[in-house]
């Protein structure tokens, strides 16, 4: 190593070593360019799979693979019956199902909040009929069902295995994922529908009826998805996910559950950035964590945590999305790696509006290759071992561990949301990271690196219409039902096949309540998209120009015409390569050798007609209001100074 590292610093030519090689990944450790065995003195490598830690995994059947679970927030019932029929047939074996926030929040779509809320990142889902209608044709007891109803889970579960009855559906046999996580549910809606002191309740009543009548289910879920599309680092994702499983350990206790109990009926939701290294780590160090917790809390017979790998929307780019395929497609292979039990893979096109037909086949297909034609699951681990997986496996998990003690040093998970801690701590995250973004120095392939130069725009889907308008009109509230007891699940199934809506259970849960049932409430989170940065700059820049003037040859300027030309496409602003300037913006482009000598000249030249300069590359300028542009440049500022001269 001292050997190798000696020859590259001299290749280096005095450049930082650290700056030039390390990659941090933004994930909150850093990548090196070379590992080898020192890296893993002093660590104590799992060699099993299927035993705690289960750094290395669960242990899987002869064949057994994950389950492809495509994400489904199509607003109305039918376009979500189409969509099921259509994946399922195609090669996708389960669901993530997503409802609309009127649904989340059990607020009607004629409330003050439901006004704005119908529809809004999720299915319609609100009578029986409607669950009747998105799963036509669909034979439930033969998928794999990951169930995100926010806070008012049990309202919609009621009617979900209200369903599931009317098939014949035996519910002992469903080994779903019933999604209730209200810490994330707050965070992403700022807001609990039935308050903190009522969700606690439910958490150890839905945990217990789970118990007694779906023993392979899983009630509660611990998901890091509105944090990271917030802007958190993977170390802090991981920090939250033990936050927050101790929260649900400690509510646990309070209402008679055991830890083994809370354990058995948890499932984890981790987010795969693009990153490969780190976001396998990260999987692996997710197992690692669970483990350490629940030993802490005494428990023997650790069980294997079941983790659903869902790909990063803070990844996708609205401009020549057909590059958030290669994202996807890394991002899944990741969890692949990383042993996930269950993977969503982003559809190239779904922060344009809802996904295309084109957009979830491909999506669906990318797992049914890498599980088919790569075979991919049909090794244990295949990260085992490795230098790089392992040493990034102990780092982040070190580091995610210093940030889960932050946490509970502001009072625990729920505190940090309610105080408004978090929200700095991610803040920070993210200005960092869209600093990173805007020097390219954390480039983005078809965004920041490699932008189009034309117009090859992918199919645009609305996500809210007509129809979904129409629909919402339909509504008319069912009647009101009564609960024998609080937070009852036996008594919103008996309601639920009666005919209630999502909004008369959420009502009857909330009159067993003797007092208000208001709970905290907190700013929510919102996706912050990496490709946000340029977009919101290619939107202000139109009309934007910026003449390119070389010096010298064609040849010898043609390097830095080209990375002009690039940049300025980044931001959206066009370019025309001129023979002379007539005042706005020019950029003056050419070799190191030819600025020696014909710089100076060039830029009284361009002074005379009153444009503002620009030098492609980093010659020595004694002229302040000549800019130089080069690969550090942050783009965002650039722009917005030029916009300032335009106006």
């Given at each position: 190593?001292?050997?190798?590292?000696?020859?590259?610093?001299?290749?280096?030519?005095?450049?930082?070593?650290?700056?030039?090689?390390?990659?941090?990944?933004?994930?909150?450790?850093?990548?090196?360019?070379?590992?080898?065995?020192?890296?893993?003195?002093?660590?104590?490598?799992?060699?099993?799979?299927?035993?705690?830690?289960?750094?290395?995994?669960?242990?899987?059947?002869?064949?057994?693979?994950?389950?492809?679970?495509?994400?489904?927030?199509?607003?109305?019932?039918?376009?979500?019956?189409?969509?099921?029929?259509?994946?399922?047939?195609?090669?996708?074996?389960?669901?993530?199902?997503?409802?609309?926030?009127?649904?989340?929040?059990?607020?009607?779509?004629?409330?003050?909040?439901?006004?704005?809320?119908?529809?809004?990142?999720?299915?319609?889902?609100?009578?029986?009929?409607?669950?009747?209608?998105?799963?036509?044709?669909?034979?439930?007891?033969?998928?794999?069902?990951?169930?995100?109803?926010?806070?008012?889970?049990?309202?919609?579960?009621?009617?979900?295995?209200?369903?599931?009855?009317?098939?014949?559906?035996?519910?002992?046999?469903?080994?779903?994922?019933?999604?209730?996580?209200?810490?994330?549910?707050?965070?992403?809606?700022?807001?609990?529908?039935?308050?903190?002191?009522?969700?606690?309740?439910?958490?150890?009543?839905?945990?217990?009826?789970?118990?007694?009548?779906?023993?392979?289910?899983?009630?509660?879920?611990?998901?890091?998805?509105?944090?990271?599309?917030?802007?958190?680092?993977?170390?802090?994702?991981?920090?939250?996910?033990?936050?927050?499983?101790?929260?649900?350990?400690?509510?646990?206790?309070?209402?008679?559950?055991?830890?083994?109990?809370?354990?058995?009926?948890?499932?984890?939701?981790?987010?795969?950035?693009?990153?490969?290294?780190p976001a396998v780590s990260g999987l692996r160090a997710a197992r690692?964590?669970?483990?350490?917790?629940?030993?802490?809390?005494?428990?023997?017979?650790?069980?294997?945590?079941?983790?659903?790998?869902?790909?990063?929307?803070?990844?996708?780019?609205?401009?020549?999305?057909?590059?958030?395929?290669?994202?996807?497609?890394?991002?899944?292979?990741?969890?692949?790696?990383?042993?996930?039990?269950?993977?969503?893979?982003?559809?190239?096109?779904?922060?344009?509006?809802?996904?295309?037909?084109?957009?979830?086949?491909?999506?669906?297909?990318?797992?049914?290759?890498?599980?088919?034609?790569?075979?991919?699951?049909?090794?244990?681990?295949?990260?085992?071992?490795?230098?790089?997986?392992?040493?990034?496996?102990?780092?982040?998990?070190?580091?995610?561990?210093?940030?889960?003690?932050?946490?509970?040093?502001?009072?625990?998970?729920?505190?940090?949301?309610?105080?408004?801690?978090?929200?700095?701590?991610?803040?920070?995250?993210?200005?960092?990271?869209?600093?990173?973004?805007?020097?390219?120095?954390?480039?983005?392939?078809?965004?920041?690196?490699?932008?189009?130069?034309?117009?090859?725009?992918?199919e645009v889907v609305p996500y809210l219409g007509e129809t979904e308008?129409?629909?919402?009109?339909?509504?008319?509230?069912?009647?009101?039902?009564?609960?024998?007891?609080?937070?009852?699940?036996?008594?919103?199934?008996s309601a639920a096949q009666e005919g209630a809506d999502v909004f008369?259970?959420?009502?009857?849960?909330?009159?067993?309540?003797?007092?208000?049932?208001?709970?905290?409430?907190?700013?929510?989170?919102?996706?912050?998209?990496?490709?946000?940065?340029?977009?919101?700059?290619?939107?202000?820049?139109?009309?934007?120009?910026?003449?390119?003037?070389?010096?010298?040859?064609?040849?010898?300027?043609?390097?830095?015409?080209?990375?002009?030309?690039?940049?300025?496409?980044?931001?959206?602003?066009?370019?025309?390569?001129?023979?002379?300037?007539?005042?706005?913006?020019?950029?003056?482009?050419?070799?190191?050798?030819?600025?020696?000598?014909?710089?100076?000249?060039?830029?009284?030249?361009?002074?005379?007609?009153?444009?503002?300069?620009?030098?492609?590359?980093?010659?020595?300028?004694?002229?302040?209001?000549?800019?130089?542009?080069?690969?550090?440049?942050?783009?965002?500022?650039?722009?917005?100074?030029?916009?300032?001269?335009?106006?």
């Amino acid at each position: 190593m001292e050997t190798w590292r000696k020859r590259v610093e001299e290749e280096l030519k005095g450049a930082d070593f650290e700056r030039a090689l390390m990659d941090d990944a933004f994930a909150g450790v850093s990548v090196e360019p070379l590992y080898a065995a020192a890296h893993l003195q002093g660590m104590a490598l799992q060699e099993e799979t299927g035993v705690a830690p289960y750094v290395r995994g669960r242990s899987r059947a002869a064949g057994e693979n994950w389950a492809n679970a495509p994400r489904y927030d199509l607003p109305h019932p039918e376009s979500l019956n189409a969509a099921l029929l259509e994946d399922l047939p195609g090669g996708s074996n389960a669901l993530w199902l997503q409802l609309d926030a009127c649904a989340r929040l059990g607020e009607t779509p004629s409330s003050d909040i439901g006004r704005e809320a119908w529809g809004d990142g999720g299915c319609m889902l609100w009578r029986m009929q409607d669950w009747r209608t998105a799963f036509k044709g669909v034979h439930l007891d033969m998928l794999h069902l990951e169930l995100d109803a926010g806070a008012n889970t049990m309202a919609s579960a009621a009617q979900l295995l209200s369903l599931a009855k009317e098939q014949d559906v035996d519910l002992a046999t469903l080994a779903w994922n019933l999604g209730l996580d209200p810490l994330a549910s707050l965070a992403r809606d700022g807001m609990l529908p039935l308050g903190s002191k009522a969700m606690k309740h439910q958490l150890a009543d839905l945990v217990g009826w789970c118990e007694e009548h779906m023993p392979k289910a899983r009630a509660l879920c611990v998901s890091t998805e509105v944090y990271h599309g917030a802007g958190a680092s993977l170390a802090q994702e991981l920090g939250i996910m033990a936050a927050s499983l101790v929260h649900y350990l400690q509510l646990g206790e309070a209402t008679g559950l055991t830890p083994q109990q809370v354990a058995q009926s948890t499932s984890l939701r981790m987010v795969m950035d693009r990153d490969v290294f780190p976001a396998v780590s990260g999987l692996r160090a997710a197992r690692r964590i669970w483990s350490r917790i629940l030993e802490a809390c005494g428990v023997e017979d650790i069980p294997a945590p079941w983790i659903h790998a869902v790909g990063s929307r803070r990844s996708m780019a609205r401009r020549d999305p057909w590059t958030n395929q290669l994202r996807a497609s890394t991002q899944t292979f990741a969890a692949i790696l990383g042993g996930a039990d269950a993977i969503t893979t982003c559809t190239f096109d779904e922060v344009l509006n809802a996904p295309s037909t084109l957009g979830r086949r491909v999506a669906r297909n990318t797992q049914i290759i890498l599980a088919e034609e790569s075979r991919l699951g049909d090794v244990a681990d295949p990260a085992g071992g490795a230098y790089v997986f392992e040493s990034l496996t102990e780092e982040l998990a070190q580091e995610a561990w210093r940030f889960f003690q932050q946490i509970e040093a502001e009072g625990g998970m729920a505190s940090a949301l309610r105080k408004g801690w978090l929200h700095g701590q991610l803040k920070l995250q993210s200005e960092k990271r869209k600093h990173l973004l805007g020097t390219k120095r954390l480039p983005m392939t078809g965004v920041s690196s490699y932008p189009p130069l034309g117009d090859d725009a992918a199919e645009v889907v609305p996500y809210l219409g007509e129809t979904e308008e129409a629909f919402m009109q339909t509504w008319s509230a069912s009647e009101p039902c009564v609960m024998r007891v609080k937070h009852g699940m036996e008594d919103l199934l008996s309601a639920a096949q009666e005919g209630a809506d999502v909004f008369a259970l959420t009502d009857a849960q909330r009159n067993t309540m003797p007092t208000n049932c208001d709970g905290p409430t907190v700013e929510p989170f919102f996706l912050q998209r990496d490709a946000e940065l340029f977009e919101d700059l290619q939107a202000a820049s139109v009309g934007l120009k910026v003449q390119l003037l070389s010096l010298g040859s064609e040849a010898s300027a043609a390097p830095r015409v080209g990375f002009a030309e690039s940049m300025f496409a980044t931001a959206g602003v066009s370019t025309s390569r001129v023979d002379d300037v007539a005042g706005g913006v020019v950029c003056i482009c050419g070799s190191d050798a030819v600025y020696e000598q014909e710089l100076a000249t060039a830029i009284e030249r361009c002074k005379t007609s009153g444009a503002r300069i620009l030098v492609a590359g980093r010659p020595k300028l004694e002229d302040a209001s000549v800019t130089s542009i080069h690969l550090r440049t942050h783009i965002p500022d650039l722009v917005a100074s030029l916009l300032e001269v335009q106006v």
